[in-house]
Structure formats: C-alpha cells, structure tokens
C-alpha cells in the first residue's frame, strides 16, 4: 500500500537526530540570518535583543541536553557514559541564561525602561535560582577545575579557606560530579538539581526575559503612536475627537494603524481631501503609511480613501535597487522565530494529542506544523521565490492592479504550490487526479503533501467533510501517515536549507 511508505520508524526517530522539525528549525534559523542583510548593523546597537537570542539559544541547548540524558546511553561512545557528558552541558547551558539575564538588564537601564520590569525579572532569576540550588557553582566548579580541584577556587571555596579549612579538605568537599539516572538528578559535591525541574526552569527563565524585552518593542510602539499625533496635530488634523473623521489605533498589536470612518453618501473627494493631508503631515515628520507592498505616498492616499487600514513606518530606509519593485520584507525577525517555534510546539502538541487517541486533532496540528515550516522557508528563499516570480499576488478588486499578498496571510495551498514549484518538495505527478486523500500518497513527497492538507481540511471544516462523497475516519494508521510524510516534508526542506548554505 502506497501508505505503507509514508509511515514512520518510532524507533529510529528515539535514537536519530530527533524530531524531525527540530532539526529543520535550528538549521532554518542559522540559513535566515546568513541570509539576512546586515549592512551596519552591529549587536551593541540592541543588546536587549541579543539577550533575547541567547536564552532562547540556551535554553534550547539545555532542553537538547535533558532530552539526550533520559535514554540509555549512546554505545557509539564506549565507556564514556553520554549522560554525563550532557549532564556537564546542560549545567553550562543554564548557567548562561543568568549571564543573559545579566545582559538583558544592562540593556533595560541603558534605556530607561521601567524600574518594575527590572524588579520583575529580578524576581524570575531568584526563582530560577531557587529551583536550581548552586547552579553558578556548579558551573565554576566544572569551568575552573584546575582550582577547585585544589581547593583554591574562589566563592563557596574561598568562604571555607578563610574559615581556616585545609585547601585539600575544600576540594574534597566540593568535588563529585554525576548524573543519577535513577533520581534523574546531577550533583556536584553539597549541590543536587533535578533534570525535570531544570527544563522547567530553564522554560519560565527565559520567558520572563523575553517578556522584559517586549516592553521596549512595547515603548517604540508608544512613542511611534506620539510621534504620529504629534505630526498630524502640526499639519492641522486633530485625532481622538468627535467626528475627526479618522482614527489611530492605541497600538495593542504593536503597530500603529490609521483609517478613515467612511459613510454612506459622502463624495469620494472628501475622503482623497483627508487621506492626502494625513499622508502629507505624516511626511513632514519622516513617516510614512504602508499597506501589503511598500508603496509611494499617491498610492497610499488612494488605498487609505478608499478605507483600507495602513500601518505608520519610519520612513528612514533607502530603496534597494536590487529588490524588485514593490517588493517588502515579508515577515520581522521576531515573527520569524515565532513561526519557526510554533512549527516545534505545533508537533509536539500533536505527539500529545496521539497519545491519549485524540488522532483527529492530531493531524490538524501536523498540519499547522508543516505550514510554519513552510512559511519559514520562503522566509530564508524570499529571493529565490521573487526571482522565480512566484511571490502570491492578488488584486483588490476584479480591475484593480496586483497587489503582492503578505507572506503571513498566505494559504497552506500558496504554500505547497511554491515549495512544489522551487523543488523543495518533489513531485511525480501521478497523484494530480486524485479525488480522495489516500490517493495522494502515491508518488513523491510533494504529492503526499496534499494527504495531510485533505486531512486537516476534512477535520477543520465540517462543510468539506459533510460534501464528500465518503466520510473517512481518522484514526492511528492515518495519523501515523500524517507523521510520516510532515517528517518526509522537513527533511526535503532541511536538505534544500543544506544546499543553499554550501553555495555561500
């Protein structure tokens, strides 16, 4: 059965490079920013974000590390037991989430962000190093065992020396690193933290020091709002009043939005008199009005008037002669490592809901695993993708011209067709007049990609499944060939993401 092929070794995947997302996500990661611009661009410009990074990166490793200590040893290795060489890696990986807790506060007061978002990341370090007792000596201990092997490291070390112990009785006591499978814990003389509790940690570590850094985006978003105002106000448009005609969004989203409230029987001039002094007033101030493509200041009057919702930009970026026209930067970096994550949760979101049977939401979020993967690998392509004119288009209205669709509101259809298109996904063709999912399972994997999105569609939207002719169920065999395929999928991404970094 063509199905057969598609299903995936379990076992093969306890011992292999891990889930294959996770893979193709730090690879994707590395192949966006290699190909990212940087022109000027130094990270002593925002350290805030680097912090960010680096825990992110951090606790991940010590994620990897726990991960790799739960099985059995690897027997590729010999004598030496790999749980305690990643028991040592997991003790450095956490200890690096203080450094960028360390880096993230620096970076919040050379700003002057609020006093309280420093406190309460404070506070979240004091738990993470509450839950994981002498985590920093620990790490010294490991990093500086030429010293504390002799008893002449400093801290808790020192602390004893000069309480008058013998250096030989100080190392001593603090000497004995190891990993206890059965406890699941790793110790290092007086101190013990557990594995479980250190993934945790790691986890609510890290996410505090994102949430402090998302107060700067948040105050950016403040005073782009103010900056907006403010230039309206001196081109004589007041906002916020009654029948001011137009409105600025508080900036919940972190984007600062501007429309005009249009009514029935008002002439269109009105509207093209407003939106031109709203875009005229913002430009006095180097800001500008940007809708789905970066646009110039006529063609914005036009889309405002006619009550689309267009976002505020600092207008300080030169056009780029060699991107072509029209073009934009389809997501932000932030969104991309976003997209990149929820690929990650999204299938072990599924593993879970497998196991305890439910398969049919399984393979929806199989199937939302696979569409961030594809969206960030059009991230990494965006070039590749235009030059190719295969960048989705669409047009507002039946006459209107082609508008370039934003990455982030394509379909997982838009999606397939590109990655088909590109080679990313190979096909054979022999599934093209399949009428029900199973037949798309014959042939390459970018025709079995299509089994996961006529599954997905079929749990996802009643109406589909009501129509069909048939009535599938979903179960642990179908379930087991979402898997396999998605798995299919990610690695023919991963081996183009391959090729594309041998080529620089």
Known sequence: MAADRWRPCRALDAVSAGNPVE??????????????????????????????????????????????????????????????IDARQLVFALRQLISAEDLEQFALKEIGIDQAVRDALTEARQRFENALPGIKEMRDGLMHFEEWARGLGRGPQKKQRDDGVLPRDVARHFWGFGFNPTAGTVSFGPYIISIDTAERAAHEFAHAIYMAAHEVDKRNT??????????????????????????????????????????????????????????????????????????????????????????????????????????????????????????????????????????????????????????????????????????????????????????????????????????????????????????????????????????????AHPGKYVRSEYWPTIGRAEYDVVYGVARAVLDHLHEAIEKLGSCT
Not at 30 to 45: K, R, V
Not at 50 to 77: G, Q, T, Y
């Open 23 to 84: 893979r193709h996500s730090r690879t994707i990661h590395t192949a966006f920013m290699d190909n990212t611009p940087t022109g000027g661009w130094s990270p002593a410009d925002n350290p805030y974000a680097i912090a960010v990074s680096e825990a992110r990166w951090w606790k991940e490793s010590a994620r990897l590390a726990v991960l790799r200590m739960r099985p059995n040893d690897d027997a590729r290795f010999g004598w030496f037991s790999t749980q305690q």
């Open 222 to 459: 403040a005073e782009l709002r103010a900056k907006t105002i403010a230039a309206l106000t001196v081109g004589g448009i007041q906002s916020g009043v009654p029948d001011a005609g137009f409105k600025v969004s508080p900036g919940d989203d972190l984007s600062i939005w501007v429309s005009l409230d249009r009514t029935p029987g008002v002439e269109e001039l009105v509207y093209i008199g407003l939106a031109t002094r709203i875009v005229e007033a913002l430009a006095s101030a180097d800001l500008r009005l940007v809708s789905n493509i970066d646009t110039a200041d006529q063609a914005a009057v036009v889309r405002l008037a006619r009550g689309e919702c267009l976002y505020v930009a600092a207008d300080t970026v030169e056009a780029d002669e060699s991107e072509p026209d029209g073009s934009i930067e389809p997501i932000t970096l932030a969104q991309f490592q976003r997209t990149v994550d929820l690929a990650v949760e999204k299938l072990r979101e599924a593993d879970r809901c497998a196991e305890i049977g439910a398969f049919e939401a399984a393979c929806v979020l199989v199937g939302a695993a696979v569409e961030s993967a594809l969206i960030a690998q059009v991230c990494v392509f965006q070039s590749e993708v235009r030059a190719a004119n295969l960048w989705r288009k669409h047009r507002k209205r039946k006459t209107g011209p082609e508008e370039e669709t934003p990455l982030l509101k394509w379909t997982l259809e838009d999606l397939i067709q590109v990655a088909v298109r590109m080679k990313w996904l190979p096909t054979s063709g022999e599934a093209g007049s399949a009428t029900e999912p199973a037949e798309r399972l014959v042939g390459e994997v970018g025709d079995a990609v299509r089994f996961i999105q006529e599954v997905r569609n079929f749990v």
